[in-house]
Structures are given as C-alpha cells and as structure tokens.
C-alpha cells in the first residue's frame, strides 16, 4: 500500500465516515470532500520537494527527453551538466522515491523520466 492509499484509507474511515463530522462542519464539509474526492482520483497535484540538484537534473532529463528518447545514464547526466557521476546517482535516486523518474534499464543502468516526472516539469517551468 503506498503512503497515499493508506492516507485515504485512514481518512476516509476517521473522517469522512463519521455522521458528527459532517454535522459540526457543515459549511466547509462538501469542499473538503470535493477535495477529498479529488484527491482520491489523483487531480490534485501537489509540490514535490525537490533538490537544487535534483531539479537540475530534472530540467536535464525533460528538456533532453527527445534528444535521449527519454533514455539517460547516469554518465550523460553528468556531462550535460558539468557534475560528477556519483552527485547524479544521488539525485536521481531521490527523485525515484518521489516517483518522478524510474531505473528502467541494467548494464548500464538507464534511467527515465516517468509521466509524474514530466507533468511535474511542465508544470513548474
């Protein structure tokens, strides 16, 4: 279960399953379970904390998508953006945790930009 399905889970059940809830909130309840709703269905985007770094080497992979077929090793990164190999490691397995770019090949190991990864940029570019 993920962090965010165990968040709805929790919420749903201690919030918005409780009939005193809704009864003391009456004026804010139907937004927050607009918002609730919306969440569950992943139309809600939050930011995602990222590095100075981390960003760098986002901007990299999403300006550079086409030009690599969206397709990097680590040595790439590191010479398009003048930092060495094991700084780029670094970064990029932090923004696989956030589920911004995935390892998608070994030997060597090839890393992407995932569909989260590039509505993240095109949002905040």
């Given at each position: 279960?993920?962090?965010?399905?165990?968040?709805?889970?929790?919420?749903?059940?201690?919030?918005?399953?409780?009939?005193?809830?809704?009864?003391?909130?009456?004026?804010?309840?139907?937004?927050a379970?607009s918002?609730?709703?919306?969440?569950?269905?992943?139309n809600?985007?939050?930011?995602?904390?990222?590095?100075?770094?981390?960003?760098?080497v986002?901007?990299f992979?999403?300006?550079?998508?086409?030009?690599?077929?969206?397709?990097?090793?680590?040595?790439?990164?590191?010479?398009?953006l003048?930092i060495?190999g094991?700084?780029v490691?670094?970064?990029?397995?932090?923004?696989?945790?956030?589920?911004?770019?995935?390892k998608?090949?070994?030997?060597?190991?090839t890393?992407?930009?995932?569909?989260?990864?590039?509505n993240?940029?095109?949002?905040?570019?």
């Amino acid at each position: 279960m993920t962090k965010k399905e165990a968040f709805v889970k929790i919420v749903q059940k201690e919030i918005f399953e409780k009939d005193y809830i809704k009864e003391a909130y009456e004026e804010e309840y139907d937004s927050a379970l607009s918002f609730f709703n919306d969440l569950k269905k992943d139309n809600v985007r939050f930011m995602i904390p990222v590095t100075e770094s981390g960003l760098k080497v986002l901007t990299f992979l999403y300006e550079n998508k086409d030009k690599y077929n969206n397709t990097f090793v680590t040595n790439d990164i590191g010479e398009g953006l003048s930092i060495s190999g094991h700084a780029v490691s670094g970064c990029v397995r932090k923004l696989i945790t956030e589920g911004l770019v995935s390892k998608v090949g070994k030997g060597p190991t090839t890393y992407s930009l995932t569909e989260k990864g590039i509505n993240y940029m095109s949002d905040n570019l």
